[in-house]
């Protein structure tokens, strides 16, 4: 079992920056892939960012440029640092784990909000 605990949502105008953060905790050493994915009012659940445990980032292309993800193995962490923040990329933002069986794990979500 793994649990995943987001924050660092908040509000922010366009064009400003907001890190996310992602805390795991139990079998954290099974632990391959760690993702970000992102959910607006409306629209499905899409990944944002994934990386691997042995690095070689993905973004998504609407987020290319402006994300980084990033992660400490050491204290079991995710990070998202999301910089030019637009409009359209109000959501709610989840944190993912999938472990070494595949099985996937999610956080609670955090709501990030960018005014225009």
């Known amino acids: 079992q793994v649990q995943l605990v987001e924050s660092g949502g908040g509000l922010v105008q366009a064009g400003g920056s907001l890190r996310l953060s992602c805390a795991a905790s139990?079998?954290?050493?099974?632990?391959?892939?760690m993702n970000w994915y992102r959910q607006a009012p409306g629209k499905q659940r899409e990944l944002v960012a994934h990386?691997?445990?042995?690095?070689?980032?993905y973004y998504s292309d609407s987020v290319k440029g402006r994300f980084t993800v990033s992660r400490d193995t050491a204290k079991s962490a995710v990070y998202l640092q999301m910089n030019s923040l637009k409009p359209e990329d109000t959501a709610v933002y989840y944190c993912?784990?999938?472990?070494?069986?595949?099985?996937?794990?999610w956080g609670q979500g955090t709501q990030v909000t960018v005014s225009s």
């Open positions: 993912n784990a999938v472990v070494a069986n595949w099985r996937s794990y």
């Open positions: 139990g079998s954290v050493s099974s632990i391959n892939d």
């Open positions: 990386i691997p445990r042995g690095g070689g980032e």
